[in-house]
């Protein structure tokens, strides 16, 4: 049986992949720079013989090539993440997503393998004209440079399936949410209660309306494609989905679940103004219809995947220790 | 008064647009690798004394931030425009196109630039659901590897123009015809009828509906747009407009009217299919009712631009002497 080789292995979404993998009794490498990673995900991983890790960074494409030896699958989930400061250094998005993707591209065609599916975002579709979007939406103006960089993965991808015969899974996330979960709204709300329970810094307005995934409904929906093989029967060989959940929920309510959990009562602060920070998309809220036609659903609801999120934090605060 | 930066200042569009930006009396620096630029093109501009060349490589951002000093608006038309062999080499379009995009842009940013037109493609819709294709068609999938990095570029433009106030002018051109013309269709037809009047080798079926637009009249339309400083009106700062004539032709007819200007009746050898090539688009037809709306029109149909072309072609040999 061939490796799938997962890239973003020791992250969020790529060491929860990782650990179904296995426990789906697949053989897995696992691929991390560690710029983000953590290593305390991979502890299981690390337990089992069908797991080996392979240290490196995806702008190093021979040690990238080497590594993909033997794999017939590659899960493309190493980027940079960080849609907020994307200006503050703008080489960012295309070294670590758009180089980045070229290479795992690259190493794929020199290993033979073929399957691919990729992480990109739903922030691809800007200021979406229609809502909920669906994945043909209007040809969207782009608005941040990690989705300028995300939808340049996807144009290579997609050339890729159409140029080298490439099997390509393109999926579109809302922001995912559950265990391991180690950036985002609810990372920052929580560690600022955390320091200061009595006051709450809201960036924006709160209306901003927002959809979020549980991170294991977001991998049950990858397996379940990819095992459906729906790309292969694609006319250009590669498929789109995006995933999400039928509901959205406002900053402020997401505010209200948290501190309700926690039990405070914190004073909120606004910065104003309908966006969080340029760029930032104010509602986002994805058609996922075609997702759904598969027989996927989601598990929890976006409450309750707040509630996990916020139980894992609690449980795991070791996560804020590394942060400047 | 400020110069106009002009990269691929010796290649075909880009020596014609200098050549106009003088006679209108601007002050312009061309840009230029000359990996495919031709000296030739800037004689008349090298004569004028509002022109300065700056040679070198859009992947030297030093060498680009220093050139671009005291300029206030940047024609970024260098690019490798070569559709048809992505899949040969697939590092140059993410290098020559991506990468050298975002060089343009951080080039601008360090100059305190902001105004920039780009040279996109009608190859970005790939095989498109709508035709004639406005450019808020559906969200389209990519098929070649030049499309996909001049949607990367598109993408990193706008998101400067959100996060940045840059003002931005996203051209997405149909194939252009006319005096110095280097590459494409024509020029490989006049030059296998120069080697062997009596037979042609046409690429696919002949039978790929394509559109094309004379060069001035591709000028013109981009000048009359930033003129009118749409983009500063705009949702976020970008203005994208497809250009292109309300009409298209069949490569036959496009082949007839060769033969017909050239007084040669060949045989004609189809390789076959309904592509050229891996990744062709056998049906290219851009709605123009945006670009319209300004008050542009075109001046040449597409078959007096052929016969321009071909004329120009058969003056100019010499430009077929370096080819390999």
Redesign the interface.
């Known amino acids: 049986m061939k490796a799938i080789f997962v890239t973003g292995a020791a992250g969020f979404i790529g060491s929860t992949l990782v650990d179904r993998l296995l426990a789906d009794g697949k053989t897995v490498v696992g691929w991390d720079n560690f710029s983000t990673g953590q290593r305390r995900f991979l502890d299981g991983a690390l337990r089992n013989k069908n797991f080996k890790l392979a240290e490196g960074d995806n702008l190093d494409l021979p040690a990238l090539t080497r590594a993909m030896a033997g794999c017939d699958t590659v899960f493309h989930l190493a980027a940079n993440a960080d849609v907020r400061f994307?200006?503050e250094h703008?080489?960012k998005d295309?070294q670590q997503n758009?180089?980045a993707t070229?290479n795992v591209?690259?190493a794929m065609?020199t290993n033979g393998v073929r399957r691919i599916a990729f992480s990109s975002t739903g922030s691809?579709?800007?200021?979406a004209?229609v809502i909920p979007t669906p994945?043909?939406?209007?040809?969207?103006?782009?608005?941040?440079?990690y989705?300028?960089?995300k939808?340049?993965g996807?144009?290579?991808i997609?050339?890729?399936c159409?140029?080298?015969k490439f099997e390509g899974y393109i999926f579109r996330f809302v922001s995912i949410l559950g265990e391991r979960y180690t950036h985002g709204h609810i990372f920052d709300f929580y560690q600022q209660l955390l320091e200061h329970p009595g006051r709450l810094k809201i960036l924006g307005d709160g209306k901003q309306r927002k959809s979020y995934l549980y991170v294991q409904d977001c991998v049950n929906a990858m397996l379940q494609v990819i095992g459906q093989g729906t790309a292969q029967r694609a006319?250009?060989g590669?498929e789109?989905y995006n995933l999400g959940t039928p509901e959205y929920v406002q900053v402020n309510d997401s505010v209200g679940h948290i501190c309700g959990a926690l039990g405070l009562n914190p004073q909120l602060e606004y910065t104003g103004g309908a966006r969080g920070w340029?760029?930032d998309n104010p509602f986002i809220f994805l058609d996922t219809q075609k997702i759904q036609a598969t027989g996927w659903k989601t598990s929890l609801t976006i409450e309750q995947g707040i509630g996990r999120t916020l139980q894992w934090l609690q449980q795991n605060q070791w996560v804020y220790e590394k942060r400047p």
């Open positions: 994307g200006l703008p080489s295309l758009t180089v070229f591209l690259e065609r691809v579709y800007g200021e004209a994945e043909d939406a209007p040809f969207p103006v782009q608005t941040s440079l989705a300028a960089s939808v340049s996807e144009g290579m997609s050339s890729y159409e140029g080298f006319k250009h590669v789109i340029v760029g």
